[in-house]
């Protein structure tokens, strides 16, 4: 992802199982040299990362992190003071990209599985995939399960439309889409569309 003043900032991941912790960089855009020591993450992150310009979201296997860059000091960092936790239990898997709105990141878990050819039939653990979001200022947390159906999974961030606040959510195990309205930190179930894989 880009920040604001142009650096590029990456990380690695252990694909597809997730067993290994991350690593976050931040380089220049130009040379692609390193513009800070390299900043290992606790935890191994799947997913792609999300910024807001400046800062970055990553989303690990149980928690979520925020990672800033201070361009003076040349150093990246973890916001120790905000680190949500999603879990996850015995039949849930890691979580997926991340969306980040002005008040709130969005992510869903159930992100490991067998996909080959369709996602369709190829969630790995038993519970229904979840769509996840977090308060930005306080880091509280809450869930709710897109389908309901089991072995649900993904490989897509959630979609969210600022002009209206919907958040769209695709249990692409199952095939099943779903949108819902936030107002303040709840979400309303708008309409669900069944059978598109």
């Known amino acids: 992802v880009l920040l604001d003043t142009g650096e590029l900032v990456t990380k690695d991941c252990h694909a597809p199982i997730g067993l290994s912790p991350s690593t976050i960089e931040v380089l220049d855009p130009e040379t692609l040299e390193s513009l800070a020591p390299s900043l290992p993450l606790p935890e191994p992150s799947i997913a792609r990362l999300a910024g807001d310009g400046k800062t970055v979201i990553a989303i690990g296997t149980t928690k979520v992190f925020r990672i800033?860059?201070?361009?003076?000091?040349?150093?990246?960092?973890?916001?120790?003071?905000?680190?949500?936790?999603?879990?996850?239990?015995?039949?849930?898997?890691?979580?997926?990209?991340?969306?980040?709105?002005?008040?709130?990141?969005?992510?869903?878990?159930?992100?490991?599985?067998?996909?080959?050819?369709?996602?369709?039939?190829?969630?790995?653990?038993?519970?229904?995939?979840?769509?996840?979001?977090?308060?930005?200022?306080?880091?509280?947390?809450r869930?709710?399960?897109?389908?309901?159906?089991?072995?649900?999974?993904?490989?897509?961030?959630?979609?969210?439309?600022?002009?209206?606040?919907?958040?769209?959510?695709?249990?692409a195990g199952n095939a099943v889409v779903g949108g819902w309205k936030l107002e303040g930190d709840e979400l309303l179930p708008q309409w669900r569309r069944d059978g598109l894989a």
């Open 68 to 141: 800033i860059f201070d361009r003076d000091a040349g150093t990246l960092s973890l916001d120790n003071e905000w680190r949500p936790s999603y879990g996850p239990e015995p039949e849930r898997s890691f979580g997926w990209d991340p969306v980040i709105t002005p008040e709130h990141v969005f992510w869903m878990d159930q992100g490991q599985n067998h996909v080959d050819r369709s996602m369709l039939g190829s969630g790995d653990r038993a519970d229904p995939v979840r769509l996840w979001w977090s308060r930005l200022d306080d880091g509280a947390t």
């Open 143 to 171: 869930s709710l399960e897109i389908s309901g159906l089991p072995y649900g999974t993904e490989s897509n961030p959630p979609a969210y439309d600022p002009v209206e606040e919907i958040v769209v959510a695709y249990d």
